[in-house]
T-cell receptor
Framework: QKEVEQNSGPLSVPEGAIASLNCTYSDRVSQSFFWYRQYSGKSPELIMSIYSNGDKEDGRFTAQLNKASQYVSLLIRDSQPSDSATYLCAVNGGYQKVTFGTGTKLQVIP | DGGITQSPKYLFRKEGQNVTLSCEQNLNHDAMYWYRQDPGQGLRLIYYSQIVNDFQKGDIAEGYSVSREKKESFPLTVTSAQKNPTAFYLC??????????????????????FGEGSRLTVL
């Protein structure tokens, strides 16, 4: 079982719709969770961090964490073509070892 | 400006040669990381360091070596023992922390800030 799992996609949504990205993790002692956006050929950039159960909102982005079910999700409201990228889920499993999923490719169709 | 600098951006190497990738940060971060990314893949952890003079193997450490003699610097050497070294190499740093609460004064532990990456091609 992979430590961090994501659906590779591509996930296609029309412009203005809500994009929903999901991630599961295997290590129950994981402390903090992250979503990164990566454009083709570029390095990842952090868009959301979460470490408490529940929702955390920042602009059009909402991260959701459920530690009991070991999943974390990212919602992107009012999706824009500029949101088209690969979204990477990352988990801090303790002692600063940060593990990434393989990423979900999002395509926003104008 | 604070940030992470990786060099070189592009590097070509002949088989059998060792090569060292540079990573420098001026964010005053304790933790530093090296990841490898292959086309269409996620990031795989090579080595990470929580503090100066200490580092741990990640998931794919074979054929790589690192040092952490200064807080600001975490160079990665790709040795000739690495069978398939052609990849995109990413260095990152984080505020660090040794456990306990995930949120510290400087941010959230494990929150990574990346350099622009180094593309290594073996000819």
């Amino acid at each position: 079982q992979k430590e961090v799992e994501q659906n590779s996609g591509p996930l296609s949504v029309p412009e203005g719709a809500i994009a929903s990205l999901n991630c599961t993790y295997s290590d129950r002692v994981s402390q903090s969770f992250f979503w990164y956006r990566q454009y083709s050929g570029k390095s990842p950039e952090l868009i959301m961090s979460i470490y408490s159960n529940g929702d955390k909102e920042d602009g059009r982005f909402t991260a959701q964490l459920n530690k009991a079910s070991q999943y974390v999700s990212l919602l992107i409201r009012d999706s824009q073509p500029s949101d088209s990228a690969t979204y990477l889920c990352a988990v801090n499993g303790g002692y600063q070892k940060v593990t990434f999923g393989t990423g979900t490719k999002l395509q926003v169709i104008p | 400006d604070g940030g992470i600098t990786q060099s070189p951006k592009y590097l070509f190497r002949k088989e059998g040669q060792n090569v060292t990738l540079s990573c420098e940060q001026n964010l005053n971060h304790d933790a530093m990381y090296w990841y490898r990314q292959d086309p269409g893949q996620g990031l795989r952890l090579i080595y990470y360091s929580q503090i100066v003079n200490d580092f741990q193997k990640g998931d794919i450490a074979e054929g790589y070596s690192v040092s952490r003699e200064k807080k600001e610097s975490f160079p990665l050497t790709v040795t000739s023992a690495q069978k398939n070294p052609t990849a995109f190499y990413l260095c990152a740093s984080s505020i660090g922390g040794t456990g306990g609460a995930p949120e510290l004064a400087g941010g959230i532990t494990g929150e990574l800030f990346f350099g622009e990456g180094s593309r290594l091609t073996v000819l």
